[in-house]
């Protein structure tokens, strides 16, 4: 029996204290009255209004709103497709370089990714601008992919693909009707890391995007920099409400889908 | 397929980059676009690229020695990520520690909250901290109604300040691989130690650290690695005296606009995080040879 302590207890109040209070008081001051964000000058939702005629603002959200299913979802295949390859092929030509290719933009700072990719466009006389963030950001997410697809294609079962390509099922329905299903909860979140990953970025997009292709965390950055006001609180808190509902429905709909297939095992003689 | 497809792209759009980024840190600075000669030019021609590939010179790199900015930046860049990093620790801990005791109900819920800061943006998160440590900001606010200090702190642009930025940012980093270690640790052996009338706080120095030094480990290259290459946070909360080497590279491409000593930055920067980023791995191995 664990016993909770006064030291634990206080541990997590400080921990989590810490952890959310900053964003918490973000929220609050995003329907401040007053200008000055610090000091409280009464409710109001003005500067949520005033961010809807910001004209720049809407349209580096659509810029990365569109790079970032765009990439996300080609980087969920290309990633996807590295896991797959990485577990079923022990063995093939240049297999080290390979997944160090995966591992390594993991750990790569960010600054050396964006600098490099930016270098490529440059020697290739590729414009940089809306498709060189696209694929920027295409090549960094899809190694989160397969990290997160390989994690769960360690403790999937061989046995079942074969005993289906056994019974006579063509390696691409195998595929669709086994090995999918059971991957499909990784690949999910796999998409959503990535999308993530791209609606945040602000090194490697700043370093590939080009005129007419100003990203979101870009303008907030730049505004940033001239000053904290209460309309970026507003951006941010509509920014923060949106992930949030989106990763906690995803892990809902995840839990619910665990109990449910708990359940049909348990159930099954 | 499986394999050629994403193979060939990574080696398009990471390895040839990282080449030319090499490449370039070996060429002389020109006023000229691209800023950097010989410049790298495939419709140049086969032959001609290879004459481009062949000429190099190291000026870049005798400049990078002899310019203190830059051997300052890589070494403040390291010791300001040991120090957050430490911090990290002495902040996660606790916190991890009182995750894996709280009751079982409990625990998933938990470390859903340290997980969802993760996937909010980064960015938000250390904009977040700007209100709060500016020179009328809350904190100072606060502090002043209670009396606690007589004249607001300047905290915001000064090396404290990417201290919280970065013990902010990375605290889930630390903290889940440090939770997942605690977690699994078998219970009795503290019952045990209590039995024999060991005291909770020497049974915690013999047995539950110990256990957990793998997740400490794992957790203090999580923050660290990351740290030390940190663009964003030194310069949205660091002052002109915080060197950090990823905001020098920002500046020596973006406003002096000199690619081929930023590309040296990158490569030197690159070779000296491998070894705690060997380190890490070597780590890892080991853990998980022990694990299984």
């Not at chain 2, 676009?33 to 030019?41: A, H």
Request: hydrophobic share 55%; proline share 6%.
């Amino acid at each position: 029996m664990k016993r909770t302590s006064w030291f634990n207890i206080t541990s997590l109040v400080l921990g989590f204290s810490f952890l959310y209070l900053p964003i918490l008081l973000l929220v609050i001051f995003s329907f401040n009255e007053s200008r000055l964000v610090t000091v409280w000058g009464g409710f109001s939702t003005k500067w949520y209004s005033e961010m809807w005629q910001n004209q720049g603002l809407i349209d580096a959200a659509w810029v990365t709103l569109r790079v970032g299913l765009l990439s996300a979802t080609i980087a969920t295949v290309l990633g996807t497709m590295a896991a797959l390859a990485l577990s079923r092929h022990k063995r093939f030509a240049g297999r080290t370089l390979f997944s160090g290719m995966i591992y390594a933009p993991l750990v790569m700072p960010e600054v050396i990714t964006g600098l490099s990719l930016l270098l490529l466009f440059v020697a290739i006389d590729f414009a940089r601008g809306f498709w060189a963030v696209t694929l920027a950001h295409i090549t960094f997410s899809m190694c989160f992919v397969a990290v997160v697809v390989q994690s769960r294609l360690v403790t999937f079962d061989r046995s079942l693909e074969e005993a289906a390509s056994d019974l006579g099922c063509p390696p691409a329905k195998t595929f669709f009707v086994i090995t999918l299903p059971v991957i499909a909860p990784a690949i999910i979140a796999g998409w959503m890391l990535a999308f993530t990953l791209s609606l945040d970025d602000l090194v490697i997009a700043s370093f590939t995007s080009g005129p007419g292709a100003t990203t979101l965390p870009m303008k907030i950055y730049s505004q940033v920099r001239l000053g904290v006001t209460p309309e970026i609180n507003a951006v941010c808190t509509i920014l923060l409400g949106l992930v949030t509902s989106g990763v906690l429905i995803a892990s809902y709909l995840m839990r619910k889908e665990q109990q449910r297939s708990q359940f049909k095992s348990a159930a099954a003689p | 397929m499986l394999i050629g497809v994403p193979y060939l792209w990574l080696v398009i759009l990471f390895l040839i980059p990282f080449l030319i980024v090499l490449k370039v840190s070996f060429s002389e600075p020109t006023v000229s676009i691209p800023p950097y000669s010989p410049r790298l030019d495939i419709s140049d021609g086969m032959s001609a690229l290879w004459q481009q590939i062949r000429q190099f010179s190291i000026e870049n790199y005798v400049f990078l020695i002899e310019e203190p900015l830059f051997y300052r930046s890589y070494l403040s860049s390291f010791t300001i990520a040991a120090i957050a990093t430490f911090i990290t620790l002495l902040i996660g801990y606790p916190l991890a520690y009182a995750m894996a005791r709280a009751p079982r109900s409990w625990r998933a819920i938990l470390l859903m909250l340290v997980i969802l800061p993760f996937w909010t943006s980064f960015l938000i998160r250390v904009y977040a901290w700007i209100g709060i440590l500016k020179k009328e900001g809350l904190l100072n606010q606060v502090l002043l109604a209670i009396g606690v200090i007589s004249e607001p702190l300047t905290i915001l642009n000064t090396n404290a300040a990417v201290y919280i930025g970065i013990v902010y940012s990375y605290l889930p980093f630390l903290v889940l691989p440090l939770y997942a270690s605690l977690e699994r640790m078998d219970d009795s052996l503290l019952e045990a130690a209590a039995d024999l009338g060991c005291t909770p706080m020497k049974a915690f120095w013999t047995i539950t650290l110990p256990i957990s030094i793998p997740g400490i480990v794992a957790g203090c290259f999580l923050v660290f690695i990351p740290a030390v290459g940190e663009f964003v946070i030194p310069d949205l909360l660091g002052g002109s005296e915080t060197l950090m080497i990823g905001r020098t590279l920002w500046v020596e491409f973006f406003n002096n606009r000199d690619w081929p000593v930023a590309s040296a930055v990158a490569v030197v920067l690159l070779l000296v995080l491998v070894v705690p980023i060997a380190l890490f791995q070597n780590a890892q191995a080991r853990a998980e040879e022990k694990a299984s």
